[in-house]
């Protein structure tokens, strides 16, 4: 470690920007890119016409990586029910992305940076009690290509954005993800603030070509057995209209009560159903919609794609310098 401390202490006194430096990016940067010759999409047309269109960031779990794809200037709504997992999700999603080059911000108003932290720690992990080594590991391997918004309470919706198109542009991000969007409208029955923040995302993610993600939450349903769809997301009924993606999530609590009796009378216990679902109700530009079991733990917060009991446990960090100028840049 003490060979890496001077290039450590030198990415520390970059890592912190003001508002005064996100000031520049309040209006969009750069409107005439939007006037482009028909022949800038030639490439891309024809790989539609030849039926070779799936592009985009994947998924986690390998048998998703033909289903769903989050695309470039695209919005993604993840909903679900208060307690079932929407935020842990989406941290391990936001992972997987920096661990595999793609850098993102992660702009909590309802949770502690370091509470965040603490659980994607424990999901790369793939266990509730990581080493503090590990978690070292960790935040050298993160550091270039993961970001904090800190701020928590409610959100200035123009402050937001312009640190979006900030991190788009200086911290290269390709994803950024937004916990909750209750905490950027007056309130739940703000039905215009919410439809104008809303497009205001999707404005954003076209002009800067990121892929921003909007957690929030499912209206109150029947009970918690039933899996939430996109009409069930709470509010305005425009929101999953404008968004591009929609990615429902639901927990197993039927099944964790009927573990959880089974170990307090030492009966045996034998269900391979799925702990959780990701439901798929919309994807604009992919024709594939439906439902992703997924199997995991409260502990460490880590989704897996399969059953088993023996895996391989959390992620292979990779190892990054921290030398770049620009703080976050990924080259």
């Not at 701020?151 to 290269?172: E, I, V």
């Not at 703000?190 to 002009?207: M, P, R, S, T």
């Not at 957690?215 to 039933?226: G, M, P, V, W, Y």
Request: net charge neutral.
């Amino acid at each position: 470690m003490n060979q890496r401390a001077p290039a450590y202490e030198s990415f520390m006194s970059q890592a912190i920007i003001d508002e005064r430096e996100l000031e520049a990016y309040r209006e969009a940067v750069n409107p005439g890119h939007y006037v482009k010759s028909v022949i800038h999409y030639h490439v891309a047309v024809d790989l539609l016409l030849l039926g070779k269109a799936l592009v985009g960031d994947t998924l986690p779990w390998s048998k998703t990586h033909g289903q769903f794809r989050f695309r470039e200037g695209e919005v993604t709504l993840w909903h679900g029910i208060n307690g079932h997992g929407k935020s842990a999700v989406t941290t391990q999603v936001a992972a997987w992305l920096a661990i595999n080059d793609r850098p993102g911000c992660l702009a909590s108003f309802e949770m502690p940076p370091e509470k965040t932290l603490e659980r994607m720690v424990k999901q790369c992990a793939g266990n509730p009690s990581p080493s503090l080594d590990f978690s070292m590991e960790f935040f050298l391997s993160m550091a270039p290509v993961m970001s904090i918004y800190d701020k928590r309470g409610r959100a200035d919706p123009g402050l937001l954005f312009a640190a979006m198109r900030y991190c788009a542009d200086k911290r290269k991000c390709k994803h950024f993800f937004v916990d909750s969007l209750q905490k950027c409208v007056r309130g739940s029955d703000d039905y215009n603030g919410q439809k104008d923040f809303v497009q205001g995302l999707c404005d954003v993610a076209v002009e800067t070509k990121m892929h921003i993600h909007l957690i929030h939450h499912t209206k109150k349903l029947s009970d918690e057995s039933q899996l939430p769809g996109k009409f069930d997301a709470r509010g305005a009924g425009e929101i999953t209209d404008q968004v591009d993606n929609v990615l429902g999530f639901w927990r197993n609590k039927r099944k964790e009560a009927e573990r959880a009796k089974a170990l307090y009378e030492g009966t045996p216990f034998a269900d391979d159903s799925p702990d959780f679902m990701l439901i798929c109700d919309k994807q604009r530009h992919g024709s594939w919609e439906g439902k992703i079991p997924l199997w995991g733990d409260v502990g460490s917060w880590h989704f897996r794609g399969d059953a088993r009991e023996t895996w391989e446990r959390g992620y292979k960090l990779p190892f990054r310098q921290l030398v770049q100028s620009e703080p976050g840049a990924a080259g």
